[in-house]
């Protein structure tokens, strides 16, 4: 790289220096020689390793381990392992271990695995076995010897779009007083924890002699169905649904639920569903017979009806019941007192086509909904064509484990009755 004004030596080794108004001294094998103070007003100090800087009007400081920085009216460190900075009127602190961070007028906090970074105005040009970086309105400074600019480490936590989580990242410590917190703002989330490190055995299952414990807590503001499983995990599983965090409060069943779970669809996983009403939960995770380790917990939640929450067979069929008291679910803008009916799939389930009607079954305007959390599927149906105000859904359901939830609703809260539903159901 050359800049204004600048004589640019490079030394034995892969150092390079340039300053902006001032003169460079580099030595062999990477180290400044005597007198590697170059530029007026500009302070450059390099270590040994083949590292490279370019300083204008601030003061740069680099550690060894074939690092480079870039910094513009201002001060940027660099920590050793090949890290690179680019600061343009702020201070960039980056740590070791391959970092980037590009700053402008801030201070911005990266995470490690060793990317490149280019700011506004240069060309990055990559050098041999080093790492890259361009100044802004300046050229390419390319590195020789140093560390690769290569993938870097993906950053873990947060929701992801479309009603998925990323793992890990849980606010909490996963203790009784101290749990992680689980969101339930978006359908399905999948969390990664740890049951073995530093962890103790708090309480007893009531479904399986368990080991140590972790513990997640979620909070809902109307009834739902919840379900949690542990497919996936290499090692001997157990899942338990409470009201408190104790082992002696479980939380609600219902017809065809597990609150606790140890072994499910003939694995050594665990699948739990629970109903639960407003207000805080807990689910605990374990292992059973000892077993203990790194486990990825995939939590799903829907609405449900006011009404008795029924399970629905497999199949083709009629099933039949009565809507009245007051509506829960309001989905699809339908308010009137709602049933619903639910099941359950295994890790094998392979999908297939649902569809359900009300047509020449109900005397009042029906409203069907489906939701499949595991896919963010939410289905509304009203009025079929073919059959006036009764209604007619119909859906592909996502292959894979999960809870899948039907409601027959009424479209206004004076809609409600007795109702005859066929179905087929895969």
């Known amino acids: 790289m050359t800049g204004t004004g600048n004589t640019t030596v490079p030394g034995t080794g892969g150092a390079v220096v340039v300053s902006s108004g001032g003169a460079t001294v580099t030595g062999s094998g990477g180290s400044p020689g005597s007198g590697g103070v170059a530029g007026t007003g500009n302070t450059t100090v390099i270590g040994s390793g083949g590292s490279v800087a370019v300083s204008s009007g601030g003061t740069t400081v680099i550690g060894t381990g074939g690092s480079v920085a870039v910094s513009s009216g201002g001060t940027t460190v660099v920590g050793s392992g090949g890290s690179v900075a680019v600061s343009s009127g702020g201070t960039t602190v980056v740590g070791s271990g391959g970092s980037v961070a590009v700053s402008s007028g801030g201070a911005p906090d990266p995470g490690t695995g060793g990317a490149v970074a280019t700011s506004s105005g240069g060309a990055p040009d990559p050098g041999t076995g080093g790492t890259v970086v361009s100044s802004s309105g300046g050229a390419t400074v390319p590195g020789s010897g140093g560390v690769d600019g290569g993938a870097g480490a993906p950053a873990t936590g947060g929701d992801s779009g479309g009603g998925a989580a990323g793992t890990a990242g849980l606010a909490g410590s996963g203790t009784c007083d101290d749990p992680y917190m689980i969101a339930t703002d978006v359908a399905h989330t999948d969390m990664t924890v740890d049951t073995a490190t530093g962890r103790t055995h708090d309480f007893d299952f009531p479904c399986a002699g368990n080991s140590t414990t972790v513990v997640l807590s979620f909070i809902l503001t109307e009834s739902q169905l919840v379900y949690a499983d542990t497919f996936g995990a290499g090692w001997n599983t157990a899942l338990f649904f409470t009201d408190s965090c104790d082992a002696s409060a479980p939380a609600q069943g219902g017809p065809g639920t597990s609150v606790c779970s140890d072994d499910a669809c003939g694995t050594t996983q665990s ?8 207000g805080q939960h807990y689910l605990i995770v374990s292992g059973a017979s000892g077993a203990s380790g790194t486990v990825t917990v995939h939590f799903q939640h ?25 509506g829960a679910s309001n989905q699809c803008q339908a308010s009137a007192p709602d049933n619903s009916y639910w099941w359950v799939t295994c890790p094998s389930f392979a999908g297939g086509t649902f569809r359900a009607s009300t047509c020449s079954g109900a005397s009042f305007d029906t409203v069907l909904a489906v939701n499949v959390p595991r896919s963010g599927t939410s289905i509304c149906a009203d009025d079929d064509p ?19 939830v039907l409601t027959v609703d009424g479209n206004t809260g004076g809609n409600w009755g007795p109702y005859t539903l066929t179905y087929t159901r895969p």
């Not at 699948?271 to 407003?278: C, I, R, S």
């Not at 497999?314 to 019941?321: D, M």
């Not at 009764?390 to 359901?397: K, Y």
Request: charged share 0%.
């Open 271 to 278: 699948q739990a569903v629970a109903v639960l009403g407003y």
């Open 302 to 326: 829907t609405l449900i009806g006011n009404g008795p929450l029924t399970l629905l067979p497999a199949g083709s069929g009629t099933i039949s019941g009565t809507t009245g008291g007051v």
């Open 386 to 404: 073919s059959c006036g105000v009764q209604s007619t859904v119909s859906t592909n359901l996502a292959a894979g484990a999960g809870i899948q």
